[in-house]
């Protein structure tokens, strides 16, 4: 169990000086002085080799950035910047693997005998002084030595429950405040489908198929130790979380199809969450009596309970502080401070986590939901400085945090010391998630498309299928737990299958979608064009979205295919009666009440509650629907009036620059809005403001045909 | 030595989760399943804590952040945004320690005897299982029971490598990043002769004055321990550290004179360098022999020594890795890439920070000068974008570490365990640190004087005497070595002065503006201007300076104290030798190598160089000097042209809002740049420009006359 670890180099840095000096400063007669300097000089060795495996890795990351510039430069596609973090980590590993001395002598462990359970504080007496120690975790009797291993791989070796709680947040807060709202609501009912039903066929499918892997290794005598079948289903958890990362990077630089980016998305956000509580709810099925890992139902249902009972606590979590985020920035005037609005922004985003955790759910899980709930609200009571300044925080954080991970699991390969590799088990896994991944596409696909309008075409479904990349979630989930012989062989095959997914499949996704003929919008903008249009973008901070621009609906609607209203017709039946519930609530009360968007309360709700809808609507709604436009931009619809306001608008073809609102009126109704006339817009906004910016210029490009 | 308590709650979250997850998937049988249990709970339940513990920390943040935003609102200036957080900070730290049961038995210390010098590994043998446990510090026998004290208070108390190794960091970047540029070097002199000669004298002053106070107690019997000069001169080097932070803040508020700010700003951020590596070399200052605590002159030199090492160390890895980044932000395309240029930016600073730890200099102080070449060089290379990405972000680290700090100082107050006050040493301490700041101030201020043609006046002087507040420096220097009677005494009266200093100078600022009639600049504006001026000031990305308007300049100059060209006559004589020759190298070399600015070093370095010339000078210096003008805001000085770009555009009061070059000819000379001259032009030129910008409205205001 030497994984337990407890370098966080990062912040030992502390320990390592704190004892330093404390003994310089000490200075109790100089009877003990000797002894004294050589535990310092010690502490200070041990400080600078933390610094020295510190630098390592930015080491790393700097050469990786570097790297990638290159090939952003070249326009090189065929690796992504995760895969070329494993890269520089592999061969980083193999150095320290094999070019450092082996061992060192001073860190020889001393044994001593307890009666008791371990207590967390130990005080030992070294010839009459104290000293205090703490306690890291156990170490099976067998891997006493690995204890005394070469330091430089200790040091370079972090307590795998960093990447849990301080490198996953900012990740999947990241994914959930950049969601591409309105696709993702337009599909939510395939994505919710895909992420719950999906990973739940795929961990029970992989599970089982495991265990027949396993019972055919113990039949030709593979398997050296205990293996169970709660092992098998928690590895079909750890392995079902999808990281499509590198598949959406090229399709957000080749614009593609926007519903499909916006299932994988979707699903991979989510489906990480089902992923993790689902392995919390397995490791929590514990079979009571003397049989264990035999069915037990009381058990089994006790871990369904825990499934709901973490995932809903999750979910109230991340929705409360968000919504709790949302209050306070709508009714103070902390806009005016935009230094002070991030400030609490990042805060409270954090303290979700914290809340979450110190609650007994899962902090990762409420902080998706939190950075949902502030890209929906929130967002829209920022200032336009702390905007684009909460999304570039984040997006550097989410940034360092993935390539940190990246490069950290290839250098895992090499520096990790209990890798069981067994090719039986190995080849079996990656059948078992192919298999895993179809049972789960296809079937869900041809369900989902009874009730879909706007099916999900086969392209599309071959497409996911392709796209079941594993990534750092599974990696964070395998190296969680690697006390045992079966979770030491789960780690290394799911480091071996993230590898294989992320170099392979990240590099065939071009040449897989001019195969599967996936439109793919615009031309390839030029690196110069980058810098101009989708930087600025950015820059600018009014596009809530990040939508690649709607280039296949584009396609379609310049070639023709169906007037306007017949298309926003279609859309309106494609969105689901519990969909368009849960809208018209958003749109009548949620938004009113959080944000300065939305009709007034005093009209919706009904006159009873007439004071407090006059405290909660924003005095802006009334009179300010001019500011209004500009402050929400995410196709905000007045009464009657419907006026879009556009975030996509540094790469209109006429050439405009800087933020351009196009108004149009629609059909010229002006009746009072309900919700569903709302949503109904809403949702045909986008297809309907393509038309009306004929301009715009749209070759779609069928990469290499 | 309890206080060497490992409880880094942010990061340990981890160690508590970890042993969670290892006993519940370790499955060995059942045979120790109830044990493994009972240590599974109480380890979520360490987690637990550890997340609440933050949560407070957070919770105290919010509250901050929420009165600040009040207090800006209704402009509230006798209580700064750092007193809040200590005031809070104190009544939390109140309910902690009356508020929560006192003790939990759980955490028995266990004694065990080695024979040999403590190992930093330990293996405990309980029942047949290994655990291990790593060393955290020595506990001094008298204080093992305080190993036993309140759990939760336990969990809020950091280790205090904390704050030098994580939050003092970027507190020192951002001082270094945003400093002032023109108005410190046009006072560098006198800013490095405070810094250095004035923080030495005020460390011995206070040292010499504190062991008269130390025999006095002595005398009287209060002394109850060992207290020797080594400890009274670290106490001085601690106590010199100045952060007049409120005051800058509130001078900042009200654009008080340039040069009073550059002064103050420049000396506080110098000496907080001086006095850690001052503290350091005191440290260091161990006599051999028997007569410890005597003068040696052995062990003195060796100090000085130390001394100039750790800082001339520290200045070069700063530099360096500023150089660095400024060579790759300048050869590569990265500025493409905002993102990609952020990150990097971050991991280059911080690898300096671990570098120079590595190396066994001081992170702190090599972070300070690297944010200043950071500052100076690869600025200018950055995309406006990356720029106020880069300003943004640290702006934000910096807030939330100070204000934590300062909140963490509150708490600490009643939290921590070992509080020596003496009430003797601490009002001796008081009249000390008054006389130490006098010492320094004023015959410094006679001495610079005779040597400068601007005198600083009797008002600035008072002033500086009364800027001299202490604070985050002091602290994480304090707390860093807790371990002996004479520590924890300077630790508390440290404490003391701290609140005392930020509170009452703090709120005293104003009035003691107003009383010593030094002039502020501008009306203030109000909330809704603020909004729209000073923080689009920061959101165009082009004021390199940050430089609160030069108002006391251009009042004088709208008094017409004497024609333009005597002016610059008059600011050319301030400057000396030593650093006009440091500014022309600058000029004429580094400038045109680091970045895209500055003279081709084609004409500048001597012909045999021409290809290195070549290679280095960018393209840019050639042939675009357009884009030149834009990229490098610094008061570029383009051959025998001036023009100058001035930062401050969106508060010209001709209502121009965006980007505004004023392009003006000077006296129509065109004669080849020599750097002489393009000095003179530089430090002339914001003077001039005010002149030219003549529709501003200047209109001073003394505040309470």
């Known amino acids: 169990m030497a994984t337990a670890r407890p370098l966080l180099p990062l912040l030992l840095l502390a320990a390592g000086r704190l004892r330093a000096a404390e003994r310089s400063g000490g200075g109790g007669g100089s009877s003990s002085a000797m002894e004294e ?10 400080h600078r080799q933390d610094s020295v495996s510190l630098l390592t890795f930015i080491l790393l990351l700097t050469l990786t950035i570097l790297t990638i510039w290159l090939f952003k430069h070249r326009r090189v596609r065929f690796l992504h910047e995760t895969g070329l973090a494993m890269i520089y980590g592999l061969i980083v590993g193999v150095i320290l693997r094999y070019g450092t001395p082996s061992t060192s002598g001073h860190d020889k462990p001393f044994s001593c005998s307890q009666e008791d359970r371990p207590f967390t504080t130990l005080l030992v007496n070294v010839s009459g002084k104290f000293f205090e120690y703490t306690l890291k975790g156990e170490i099976s009797p067998g891997k006493i030595h690995n204890v005394e291993q070469n330091d430089m791989l ?76 709660t092992d098998c289903l928690l590895f079909g958890a750890i392995i079902s979380a999808t990281d499509p990362v590198t598949v959406l990077a090229i399709f957000n630089e080749l614009h593609a199809d926007v519903d499909l980016y916006a299932l994988l998305f979707g699903e991979s956000v989510l489906n990480d969450a089902v992923a993790i509580v689902l392995s919390s709810s397995i490791v929590a099925y514990q079979p009571t009596g003397e049989n264990t890992h035999a069915f037990d139902a009381a058990a089994f249902f006790k871990s369904v309970g825990v499934f709901l009972g973490i995932f809903s606590g999750s979910f109230m979590m991340g929705a409360v502080t968000g919504v709790v985020t949302a209050l306070v920035t ?96 190995i080849i079996g896994a990656f059948i078992a998630i192919f298999l895993g991944r179809a049972a789960h596409i296809y079937p869900l696909s041809f369900l989902l498309n009874l009730g879909r309008r706007h099916k999900i075409s086969w392209n599309f479904q071959h497409m996911m299928m392709f796209s079941g990349l594993r990534g750092a979630m599974a990696f964070a989930l395998a190296i969680r737990d690697t006390a045992t012989y079966s979770h030491q062989m789960m780690f290394s095959t799911t480091l071996l299958i993230v590898f294989f997914t992320v170099w392979i499949v990240g590099g065939g996704t071009t040449p897989m979608l001019s195969w599967l003929n996936i439109r793919v919008g615009d031309r390839v903008p030029s690196v110069e064009e980058m810098s101009e249009s989708r930087w600025l973008y950015f820059r600018v901070g009014v596009d809530p979205d990040q939508d690649p621009p709607p280039t296949n609906d584009s396609f379609q609607v310049l070639q023709g295919d169906g007037p306007d209203s017949e298309r926003r017709n279609r859309t309106k ?55 209004l436009r500009e402050e929400d931009s995410d196709f905000i619809l007045n009464d009657g009036d419907l006026t879009v306001t556009y975030g996509d608008t540094t790469i209109t073809a006429n050439g405009s620059s800087g933020p351009h609102t196009a108004t149009t009126s629609l059909d010229g109704r002006r009746t009072k809005s309900s919700s569903e006339e709302a949503l109904e817009r809403d949702l045909g906004a986008a297809d309907h403001e393509v038309t009306t910016r004929g301009t715009r210029l749209v070759f779609p490009l069928e990469d290499n045909a």
Chains 1, 2 share one sequence.
């Open 37 to 46: 300097l050589a535990t310092e000089k010690e502490a200070e060795e041990s």
């Open 154 to 229: 200790r040091k370079v070796t972090f307590d795998p429950e960093v990447f849990f709680n301080i490198l996953l947040p900012p990740i999947i807060f990241h994914a959930g405040y950049s969601l591409k709202k309105r696709h993702f609501f337009r599909n939510l009912g395939s994505i919710l489908a895909y992420a719950f039903l999906g990973t739940a066929v795929s961990c029970f499918i992989i599970g089982n198929l495991m265990y027949g892997v396993v019972k055919l290794m113990k039949l030709v005598g593979q398997l050296s130790d205990k293996f169970y079948y």
């Open 330 to 425: 709508k009714f103070t005037k902390l806009h005016c401070f935009p230094l002070l609005e991030t400030a609490l922004f990042f805060l409270m985003s954090w303290s979700t986590f914290l809340l979450a955790e110190a609650c007994g759910f899962t902090g990762v899980v409420a902080v998706l939901f939190c950075g949902i709930t502030q890209a929906h609200y929130t967002y829209n009571n920022l200032s336009v400085e702390s905007r684009s300044r909460t999304k570039q925080l984040f997006e550097v954080l989410h940034f360092l945090a993935e390539n940190f991970i990246f490069s950290y699991m290839g250098l895992a390969l090499f520096t990790f010391q209990k890798h069981i590799f067994s090719p039986v088990f």
């Open 573 to 627: 039946q494609e969105s689901a009666w519990l969909f368009r519930l849960w809208y018209s609530f958003d749109h009548n009360y949620l938004k009113p009440i959080l944000t300065h968007s939305g009709p007034p309360l005093t009209t919706t709700l009904p006159s009873w509650c007439g004071l407090v809808a006059h405290c909660l609507t924003s005095p802006q709604v009334y009179d300010n629907q001019e500011q």
